[in-house]
């Protein structure tokens, strides 16, 4: 996997001189919206998890590369099933000087679980039978089965623990804290440790930077990055992806994560032609990923017409890639065949809408989509991101490897349109099966019943890109996409 993974390079632009980020404030543009600031609950955006991960703690977290790190919780321990998951929570306080108690951070986590229910992030941790106190500073989970990525999971922004005043205010537990400054930023700032009830730790005012944060569309987050004004630019996305190579940067470098997740068109409405699982598959055969795929003109980047990554961990490689044999001709035929049945028993088709974000990416996809649907027979017309429409481009990246990352985003409780309670079924069965065997069985069986229901579209895996400038640290590449704040507001030793 990593070999493969590796191959997918952008462009590499080498700074010739260093940025703000060698001293003082660290300025960091995300692309995004300032609404990030007060989003709550546990259905966030992308930058409201940005937002989330830097001022709210979890049992545990992630570190620049994606790895996990001790957080509320220093210690843990997993017992020989698997099926129990002990922490012990760190000395120090809650906001309001309170010690951190087991007693008050397992109610806080039952209460983000619970909120989490009626999401894939909630189908997730389903397996989850219970969270008991031990002693003052110990907390169990206790699963119906074994839950490899769990760590993972409690690693989420939407599993912090969300501490409320006196006055029923939310509060964050740190480790930084955010306030107003100049032309619109945020400026983040480490929180001291003596502040949280911890020892004071030598070096940390020589140490620790703001960072100052700006939201903005991508051409201004570029713009600003090329002017010097940022050092790191996140949450670049395949509709933005294009900027990185057209706006002449000549002070950069493009940084390509190497995550995997699901790219492609759901069915969001099954009126007419769309109700028939057939005619949904006429669409997929008739998409030309690789032609897609090579006007972004990105090494290594594949198509796929799968559900499930391969480089899932759990993946069997029983379920290959569709209709292999055919050729794209032999597809383009079956489906306009499908097309022109329809027709010919005197039913309408009118112009479907895919919904879209705006970029110019997300206008090299529609482009693509339009000649290879026409060439069936189908029209199509591109609607605003967040109007309902016929079909809607999908583009997130996977929160785990695993192939119940990929089955759960399709799942019933999720996709109401289209979806198949026969895969959901299987899920259920593989999340209680203690056999890691039987458990992968399952889900190749459910991938199987999924992809047969055609409600999603799989067009190749997602993209998702940043720019660093030279000489930045807290910064890594990592298979999640994932990048938070605290790691950027180290100076190293």
Not at 67 to 84: C, F, K, M, Y
Not at 158 to 176: D, F, I, S, Y
Not at 426 to 446: H, I, Y
Request: include cysteine; proline fraction near 5%; glycine fraction near 10%.
């Amino acid at each position: 996997m990593a070999g493969r993974l590796a191959s997918i390079a952008l462009i590499s632009l080498l700074l010739a001189s260093c940025g703000k980020g060698q001293d003082g404030t660290l300025g960091v543009a995300v692309i995004g919206d300032a609404a990030a600031l007060k989003e709550r609950g546990t259905r966030l955006s992308p930058s409201a998890q940005l937002v989330r991960a830097a001022t709210y703690e979890g049992l545990v977290g992630f570190d620049e590369r994606g790895r996990v790190v001790p957080s509320l919780a220093d210690r843990w321990i997993v017992t020989d099933n698997g099926q129990s998951y002990i922490f012990r929570l760190r000395d120090g306080t809650w906001p309001d000087g309170k010690r951190i108690s087991a007693d008050a951070a397992a109610t806080l986590l039952r209460k983000a679980i619970t909120g989490l229910k009626g999401t894939a992030l909630g189908l997730d941790l389903a397996a989850i039978d219970e969270v008991r106190v031990m002693a003052d500073r110990v907390i169990e989970i206790d699963l119906a089965a074994p839950v490899p990525e769990l760590l993972i999971l409690l690693a989420q922004p939407e599993l912090a623990l969300n501490w409320q005043n006196g006055k029923g205010q939310a509060v964050g537990t740190g480790p930084m804290a955010f306030a107003a400054g100049d032309a619109g930023a945020q400026v983040f700032t480490l929180i001291p440790p003596e502040k949280r009830g911890l020892p004071q730790q030598a070096g940390f005012a020589s140490r620790a930077r703001a960072v100052s944060l700006t939201f903005a569309k991508a051409a201004r987050a570029v713009a600003q990055f090329d002017a010097g004004d940022v050092d790191v630019v996140l949450g670049g996305r395949i509709d933005t992806v294009p900027l990185a190579g057209r706006i002449g940067l000549t002070r950069g470098n493009v940084q390509l994560d190497p995550v995997t997740g699901l790219f492609g068109l759901v069915v969001t409405r099954t009126e007419g032609f769309l109700g028939a699982a057939a005619n949904r598959e006429a669409l997929a055969m008739a998409i030309d990923r690789d032609t897609l795929l090579g006007s972004f003109n990105i090494g290594g980047w594949l198509p796929t017409t799968r559900i499930v990554s391969p480089d899932a961990e759990d993946d069997l490689g029983t379920i290959g890639e569709r209709w292999q044999g055919m050729s794209l001709e032999e597809r383009h035929i079956q489906a306009e065949a499908r097309v022109k049945a329809w027709r010919d028993a005197g039913r309408a088709l009118p112009t479907m809408n895919i919904s879209m974000p705006d970029g110019a990416g997300s206008t090299l996809v529609f482009d693509a989509l339009r000649r290879d649907f026409a060439r069936i027979g189908i029209a199509v017309r591109r609607i605003p991101e967040n109007d309902r429409g016929d079909l809607r481009l999908v583009d997130v990246a996977a929160r785990y490897g695993r192939a119940t990352w990929f089955l759960n985003q399709l799942s019933c409780t999720v996709q109401k349109a289209v979806c198949s309670p026969a895969g959901d079924e299987r899920v259920a069965e593989a999340r209680r099966a203690l056999d890691p065997a039987a458990r992968a069985a399952l889900l190749a069986e459910a991938e199987a019943e999924i992809t047969a229901a055609n409600g999603f579209i799989p067009i190749a895996r997602p993209l998702r890109w940043s720019l660093l400038r030279s000489g930045t640290t807290g910064f890594a590449q990592n298979p999640w996409g994932w990048h938070p704040l605290p790691p950027m507001a180290w100076l190293p030793r």
